[in-house]
């Protein structure tokens, strides 16, 4: 997975998640490469502070909704989220292994 570095504006850390790097953004937030508490590697979705409304917020609350209860081997397991949070984010597991796994 490439990632690029934090910029001084990133949060260093999200709800325990320390963030290491940009894996990409649209139109609505960030994703940043995490690391959990316990040292797993996690893709943390931050929405942007511009698009943060109550609309949004509900949006993403029922994001995180539906994210707990789907998984399967190739769907990004749900770990934790802060829908209130100033700057609302969710933390999904990350896949380690290439195509074809």
């Keep these: ?43 943390v979705k931050v929405i942007k502070a511009s698009v943060v409304d109550s609309e949004a917020r509900l949006r993403f609350a029922q994001e995180i909704e539906v994210l707990k209860t789907i998984w399967g081997p190739r769907i990004a397991a749900f770990l934790d989220a802060d829908p209130e949070a100033e700057r609302p984010w969710l933390a999904t597991g990350v896949s380690t292994c290439g195509p074809g796994c």
């Design 1 to 43: 997975m490439q990632t690029t570095p934090l910029s001084p504006e990133d949060p260093a850390e999200l709800g325990g998640f320390e963030l290491l790097g940009r894996i990409g953004q649209g139109g609505m937030g960030q994703v940043y490469l995490g690391e959990s508490p316990g040292g797993e590697p996690a893709a």
